[in-house]
């Protein structure tokens, strides 16, 4: 049997060991992984001995909102505040066009970058959920070389203005993947508990999939994260619900940290946290010293809870770099999360690669370089995680499907 595709002097990132393998792929799967093949290929890739790695995955990002920076104004305050109120004036001329062209061409840069997942927010507290239906079709349009999952989030609150409520369910008809909230922005705290409710309903009700901004703030008494966590132990739906940003986290005393801690290990939720972003947004009202504003990544992971890393956003009005590349995100993630350490660093690199496929709750042959999974896979100028974060450069190879997008 001749293969598609066969790469040659492969270093499997899943093997410690120094020795190389040759990968035969056919009809959009790994069909063989052994030392030495001697089938022929169409196209065989000598790789000489680069790592071979399963492909990034976006955890978190906003592709409505990307590519808007400076649109209508510079968020000169830099706050989330100010970010929210220059979104809701940019998102009064959206348009389905508008949306969709901004979205594929994020989604194409990100496969430039090795990044073949994704789970993007739509904003849905728009009347005309325009960003919605924009990224259902984007959804569609990109399914062949990318895999998106839609989150429908209601960015100004579930109750804060009247209609919001019904604009979310109709998200959810319209077959979004995700239900999303945002409870610290609700009015009250009551709002606030309420909205979280209401997701686990709706999830339960449509049968998808959650993921919460939660206590995305420097407030140590935004304690949404316990509410969340309630719902998915009594729930049962531990692993399909995911707490982004969770900022707040970082801000808790120990103490009731250290309680939160032992709740969350029998939820068994995921968590996102957006490192970029994070270290960028918050910490704003503070004086000195200054807070990092970000979750506690390192604790998570000691304590063997799923964590993964996402952009957030790729400049829009939140954060105005960016270039896709989640190689960027990890490495922030080792700065600011302090995870210096080599099995830290290698777990960085998890979280914007496995951690993130467990996150999105990816079907076991999407995902993975093992014979008999689909052939999603990158190849990486460098032989280890750890130079892979500290070179953060473009793959030399990205395969999807079995086919090979992009040669370096
Ligand atoms: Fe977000």
């Given at each position: 049997?001749?293969?598609?595709?066969?790469?040659?002097?492969?270093?499997?990132?899943?093997?410690?060991?120094?020795?190389?393998?040759?990968?035969?792929?056919?009809?959009?799967?790994?069909?063989?992984?052994?030392?030495?093949?001697?089938?022929?290929?169409?196209?065989?890739?000598?790789?000489?001995?680069?790592?071979?790695?399963?492909?990034?995955?976006?955890?978190?990002?906003?592709?409505?909102?990307?590519?808007?920076?400076?649109?209508?104004?510079?968020?000169?305050?830099?706050?989330?505040?100010?970010?929210?109120?220059?979104?809701?004036?940019?998102?009064?001329?959206?348009?389905?066009?508008?949306?969709?062209?901004?979205?594929?061409?994020?989604?194409?840069?990100?496969?430039?970058?090795?990044?073949?997942?994704?789970?993007?927010?739509?904003?849905?507290?728009?009347?005309?959920?325009?960003?919605?239906?924009?990224?259902?079709?984007?959804?569609?349009?990109?399914?062949?070389?990318?895999?998106?999952?839609?989150?429908?989030?209601?960015?100004?609150?579930?109750?804060?203005?009247?209609?919001?409520?019904?604009?979310?369910?109709?998200?959810?008809?319209?077959?979004?993947?995700?239900?999303?909230?945002?409870?610290?922005?609700?009015?009250?705290?009551?709002?606030?508990?309420?909205?979280?409710h209401r997701i686990f309903e709706l999830a339960q009700q449509y049968d998808r999939l959650i993921d919460i901004h939660c206590d995305e703030i420097d407030d140590d008494q935004s304690r949404f994260l316990e509410v969340v966590t309630a719902c998915a132990i009594r729930s049962g739906m531990g692993s399909r619900v995911t707490a982004s940003h969770t900022t707040a986290f970082g801000s808790y005393n120990n103490a009731y940290a250290f309680k939160l801690m032992g709740f969350l290990q029998q939820a068994r939720i995921n968590f996102i946290a957006n490192p970029l972003i994070n270290i960028t947004?918050?910490?704003?009202?503070?004086?000195?010293?200054?807070?990092?504003?970000?979750?506690?990544?390192?604790?998570?992971?000691?304590?063997?809870?799923?964590?993964?890393?996402?952009?957030?956003?790729?400049?829009?009005?939140?954060?105005?770099?960016?270039?896709?590349?989640?190689?960027?995100?990890?490495?922030?993630?080792?700065?600011?999360?302090?995870?210096?350490?080599?099995?830290?660093?290698?777990?960085?690199?998890?979280?914007?690669?496995?951690?993130?496929?467990?996150?999105?709750?990816?079907?076991?042959?999407?995902?993975?370089?093992?014979?008999?999974?689909?052939?999603?896979?990158?190849?990486?100028?460098?032989?280890?995680?750890?130079?892979?974060?500290?070179?953060?450069?473009?793959?030399?190879?990205?395969?999807?499907?079995?086919?090979?997008?992009?040669?370096?």
């Open positions: 049997m001749a293969y598609d595709i066969l790469l040659r002097g492969a270093k499997l990132i899943s093997s410690d060991l120094d020795s190389v393998v040759d990968i035969g792929i056919k009809n959009g799967i790994i069909v063989e992984i052994a030392s030495s093949i001697n089938e022929k290929a169409d196209v065989e890739l000598d790789v000489q001995g680069k790592l071979v790695s399963p492909p990034f995955v976006e955890s978190h990002i906003h592709l409505d909102s990307a590519l808007t920076a400076g649109e209508p104004r510079w968020n000169e305050s830099g706050t989330l505040f100010e970010g929210i109120q220059i979104w809701g004036e940019r998102k009064q001329k959206i348009s389905i066009d508008d949306v969709k062209k901004r979205a594929i061409a994020t989604l194409k840069q990100q496969a430039e970058w090795g990044v073949l997942f994704v789970r993007s927010h739509a904003d849905v507290s728009e009347q005309q959920l325009i960003a919605l239906q924009a990224l259902l079709e984007v959804r569609e349009e990109v399914k062949d070389w990318i895999t998106l999952q839609v989150v429908a989030f209601p960015q100004d609150g579930i109750y804060s203005h009247s209609g919001n409520e019904t604009l979310l369910e109709k998200a959810l008809e319209m077959g979004v993947d995700v239900v999303g909230g945002i409870p610290h922005y609700e009015l009250t705290r009551e709002d606030g508990v309420r909205s979280v947004l918050q910490g704003r009202g503070d004086n000195y010293p200054k807070r990092r504003g970000i979750t506690r990544v390192k604790e998570l992971w000691q304590q063997g809870l799923n964590v993964s890393f996402g952009h957030d956003c790729v400049q829009d009005p939140w954060y105005v770099l960016g270039t896709g590349n989640m190689l960027d995100v990890a490495h922030m993630g080792v700065h600011v999360c302090q995870m210096t350490g080599m099995s830290e660093i290698n777990a960085c690199y998890d979280m914007i690669t496995v951690n993130g496929a467990k996150t999105l709750n990816l079907a076991d042959n999407d995902y993975g370089v093992e014979i008999g999974k689909k052939a999603n896979l990158i190849v990486l100028d460098v032989s280890n995680r750890y130079d892979a974060i500290r070179l953060r450069t473009a793959p030399r190879y990205v395969i999807s499907r079995g086919n090979l997008l992009n040669r370096v």
